[in-house]
């Protein structure tokens, strides 16, 4: 049996003024007029033999994602509740915790795998994914770390890189490469890029992680006892998680561990971090416009435009992302979508 596991941690805080801080952007219906981003990553799953899912996000969204869980009728679930989040390798190993408590109950603990999937990523080709899921289960089952591997388009350096050996061995992981190096791996092309989907039990995780950072694995243990129930809802202590160190699964486990495989991914992903990215995994009209809403172009192009509740009319423009929403207004030159990290950063602080 598989559960998945769904990180919900981060807002996407690049996808402002349509992502905010008590909405974030794997709680918006971002490529799909029906479901958010995290229904769609259940959703997803749906095929597979999977058991109730495990959810891990932050005390405040707890409301939100219960009923985004409800209305694609998931009837029971858990909800990890961090009251800050300590970035993924904590985030998993909670997730470990409550697995191998839950599964011990119904005795299946031996044959249960986490899928571990991030809520903010994008999937077209389900039948490529269930593929693929279904031959990393053979690999996890007999106790390895599994990865799943996608084909570079470019020297990215807010990916992990992972060359592959025999039989799906991982001979290398390098997460978050500097630029130069990027680019080697890229030429080479021997590497693939960490989808940051993972596959394995919890058992395996958990051993690896205290292994190669039991002070992670520590702290978490001890937070995670200290837990209050709320019907699905699980409150992690504060205080002790606070306590806990900030590290990736990637820096945390998968470089150091001789447990790692990886499996080759070829359907299409993204991983929609910011109003570019959004543009380009869109259907674009013959202009190249993504228009979404109320909106009219009239010798416009290039352009994503996106309208909540006014009509909004481009003209003669171009590479332009506009973002309408009921009390904010984006207007940015495409190439600079990152950017809009700082006009987020400058509203937090000159509140
Ligand atoms: N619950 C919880 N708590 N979720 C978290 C936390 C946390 O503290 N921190 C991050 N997440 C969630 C994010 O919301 C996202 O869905 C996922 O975990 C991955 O975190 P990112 O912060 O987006 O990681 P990244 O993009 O820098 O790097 C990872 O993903 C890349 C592919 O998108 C790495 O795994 C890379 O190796 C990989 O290439
Ligand atoms: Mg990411």
């Known amino acids: 049996k598989i559960i998945p596991i769904i990180l919900s941690g981060g ?14 952007k794997q709680c918006l219906p971002l490529t799909d007029k029906e479901y958010s981003l995290l229904q769609q990553t259940l959703l997803r799953t749906q ?13 405040d969204h707890r409301f939100l994602i219960a009923q985004q869980l409800q209305s694609i009728g998931v009837k029971k679930s858990s909800i990890l509740l961090e009251p800050k989040g300590r970035n993924t390798a904590p985030a998993i190993a909670l997730a470990a915790f409550e ?28 039948a490529a994914f269930e593929e693929t899921i279904t031959q990393a289960v053979e690999l996890a089952k007999k106790g390895a770390l599994v990865t799943f591997g996608v084909q570079p388009t470019c020297p990215e350096t807010g990916y992990g890189y992972i060359r592959s050996g025999e039989d799906f061995a991982v001979a290398e992981f390098v997460e978050k490469p500097n630029l130069e190096k ?39 243990q001890n937070a995670y006892q200290q ?24 820096f945390a486990v998968m470089e150091k561990t001789k447990k790692a495989k990886v499996v080759p991914y ?10 570019d990215a959004l543009y380009d995994y869109s259907d674009k009209d013959s202009d190249q416009n993504v228009l979404l809403g109320d909106v009219m172009s009239e010798g416009s192009s290039n352009c994503l435009i996106r309208s909540e ?26 190439n600079n979508a990152q950017d809009v990290k700082k006009i987020v950063k400058r509203i937090q602080t000159e509140d």
């Open 266 to 275: 070829h359907g299409d992903w993204s991983d929609i971090g910011a109003w």
């Open 182 to 220: 990027a680019q080697a791996y890229l030429e080479s092309g021997e590497y693939l890029w960490n989808s940051g989907m993972f596959l394995f039990s919890a058992k395996a995780y958990l051993d690896e992680l205290s292994a190669h950072r039991n002070d992670i694995f520590q702290s978490v």
């Open 309 to 334: 509740s006014r009509l909004v009319a481009a003209v003669g423009v171009k590479d332009l992302v506009i973002v309408e929403t009921a009390d904010a207004i984006l207007v940015m030159d495409k």
């Open 99 to 126: 697995t191998q408590r839950t599964q011990s109950e119904i005795a299946e603990l031996s044959d249960t795998l986490m899928l571990v999937l991030p809520a903010d990523h994008v999937i077209r080709d389900i």
């Open 11 to 24: 807002v996407g805080s690049r996808l402002w003024p349509l992502s905010r801080e008590h909405y974030p």
């Open 47 to 59: 095929s597979l033999e999977v058991g109730n899912p495990i959810v891990v996000c932050n005390e």
């Open 227 to 250: 837990r209050s129930e709320d019907m699905d809802f699980v409150r992690i202590d504060a205080q002790l998680f606070a306590e806990c160190p900030e590290e990736s699964i990637d």
